[in-house]
């Protein structure tokens, strides 16, 4: 009997506190007197939001993203469209969802603007790391996001621990992906802007799957009480999976090319160590482009005819290669400690 009552002790701590459900709708729901003050607020923090994470971008600066990632309240309305649809409230819900949409289209003609301003030679889409992380996300994304989310939703069920919200916003990307998606376009590069759409995407429905479940889980579902607001958290429940499994297609696929990269770029090196032999070179890049190989080596002396390395090459990676061998020459001196 004490374990069953401290089991329902630790669920009364777990779940949803009803005294708390007044302040938990004022927080999650832009309604009321306050409504235009707080869309104001709103689409304030957002525009700031966008203008640091865009610069921070464009500038390949980590800490600055990281900066527009804490300003940015784009979660807000994200996880109250999940907090709507566990109560089964459809107004809520699309609400909540216009007020996403509108912030999403703002942002991305924000970091549109501010990108096109900028002359095109100082943008790079392939060697500045805060773009290329986020224009081909994989799987690892949607667990992360999905973590994300149900912590975040966790910490919204309770006041006391709000504090934490911060490194949500940090774990799991919103607006940066955006300003990427901005930047793209405003280099015509639609493929760039659409793997960074898919990673927003990626974010917004593991928010809405996983901080729902943990809404749902916590006992907020049991508020929608009638047929008709079940019914309506069932389908929106539906609509989410599907969309996300839908999502997780594009990642598996970039995922598995990633792997399948991986696994070659492995191979090449091997293959280009045996071809070095016992050379006074050593390796230092390989890189597996589709039909063409860039070798890099440094070292001084002779080596083996290049055609060994493509013909090597060839037949481990399975299709005809051709090779761009770049060579570092080196030169090794050593002090003399005994030397004035």
């Known amino acids: 009997m004490q374990s069953t009552s401290d089991l329902r002790t630790l669920a ?30 709103f689409f304030v923090l957002l525009l ?25 309240p784009l979660m807000g309305p994200i996880m109250g469209t999940a907090a709507a649809i566990v109560m089964g409230s ?46 081909a996300p994989g799987l690892m994304a949607l667990v992360t996001a999905l973590a994300s989310g149900a912590a975040g939703a966790y910490i919204t069920l309770r006041e006391e621990i709000a504090d934490s919200m911060g ?3 940090i774990a799991i990307s919103l607006v940066p992906p955006l300003c990427v998606v901005g930047i793209a376009l405003s280099l015509g590069n639609w493929e760039a802007a659409g793997g960074a759409m898919l990673l927003f995407l990626t974010n917004f429905l593991a928010i809405l799957l996983a901080g729902g ?16 607001l079940v019914r ?17 297609v594009p990642l598996s696929v970039t995922s598995l090319e990633a792997v399948v990269g991986a696994l070659e770029n492995r191979e090449a090196i091997d293959d280009t160590e045996t071809w070095l032999g016992d050379a ?12 063409q190989v860039i070798v890099t080596v440094e070292g001084d002396g002779e080596l083996r005819p290049l055609r060994v390395l493509a013909n090597q090459l060839a037949q481990t990676l399975n299709r005809p290669v051709w090779v761009n061998l770049r060579v570092v020459p080196s030169q090794v001196e050593a002090s003399n400690p005994s030397a004035p």
């Not at 009364?12 to 938990?24: N, Q, R, T």
């Open 12 to 41: 009364g701590k777990v779940g949803f506190d009803p005294a708390y459900l007044e302040a938990f709708e004022a927080k999650m729901f832009i309604q009321g007197p306050k409504t235009a003050q707080r869309l104001i607020n």
């Open 48 to 72: 700031l939001a966008t203008v640091i994470a865009t610069f921070g971008v464009l500038s390949d600066s980590t800490a600055t993203v990281i900066g527009a990632m804490i300003v940015a």
């Open 167 to 169: 490194g949500v916003a």
């Open 280 to 291: 006074s070179y050593s390796v230092v890049n390989v890189a597996v482009r589709d039909e």
């Open 232 to 248: 309506t958290r069932r389908n929106a429940f539906i609509v989410v999976i599907v969309a996300t499994l839908l999502v997780a």
């Open 213 to 228: 479940l943990v809404f749902l889980l916590s006992g907020l579902g049991r508020l929608a009480i009638s047929d008709d």
């Open 90 to 135: 459809a107004q809520r819900a699309l609400s909540a969802l216009a007020l996403v949409a509108a912030g999403v289209v703002a942002t991305i003609l924000l970091s549109w603007l501010l990108a096109w301003a900028i002359p095109d030679v100082i943008i790079s889409l392939t060697y500045n790391s805060q773009i290329t992380s986020r224009i």
